[in-house]
């Protein structure tokens, strides 16, 4: 039998740590705006590389997002795990050298978004941006075989601890 739990906080750290690849939510004019985000965890912070275009202009106009990061194996393997925080724009050289030193180690050529030229009235040059989510709550929830028969997540999945 699967059943859902919540996940401890150092279970959400992990899975936060181990993952680089997201959905970050953020809203304008109470419309939800959901885009695929890599990111760098570095506890507490949340860095996000992105470049002047629709995801920034919201975060500037409203500031409060959330991060939604998941690990899945199947339908009956999973983790979730959602940060809900406030978006600041990093403007301080020597915090914006750490976060890009550190978003460059997860993602070395900062795809899609220094690639990606859309034709819409969002996208200027690419101008680079930097946000550091600083979160007020993280909550996470994993599936839990407890009929005895329990699959573990494959190597590439499994936990580091």
């Not at 859902?4 to 997201?22: A, K, P």
Request: net charge negative.
């Amino acid at each position: 039998m699967i059943e859902v739990e919540d996940m401890r906080t150092d279970e959400i750290n992990d899975l936060l740590s181990r993952r680089n690849y997201g959905h970050l939510g953020c809203a304008e004019d109470g419309q939800p705006y959901v885009v695929p985000v890599h990111y760098a965890y570095d506890e507490p912070a949340i860095y996000i590389y992105t470049t002047e275009g629709k995801k920034s202009e919201i975060v500037k106009d409203n500031p409060l997002v959330c991060l939604q990061v998941e690990e899945v194996e199947d339908n009956q393997n999973w983790k979730s795990v959602l940060v809900n925080g406030r978006a600041v724009h990093v403007t301080y050289p020597a915090e914006r050298n750490r976060a890009l030193e550190l978003i460059t180690k997860v993602n070395p050529t900062l795809t899609p978004a220094v690639s990606i030229r859309w034709m819409d009235s969002w996208v200027r040059e690419n101008v680079e941006v930097i946000l550091r989510i600083d979160s007020r709550t993280k909550t996470g929830r994993a599936s839990v075989d407890r009929s005895g028969n329990e699959k573990p997540f494959s190597s590439k999945h499994r936990d580091t601890q």
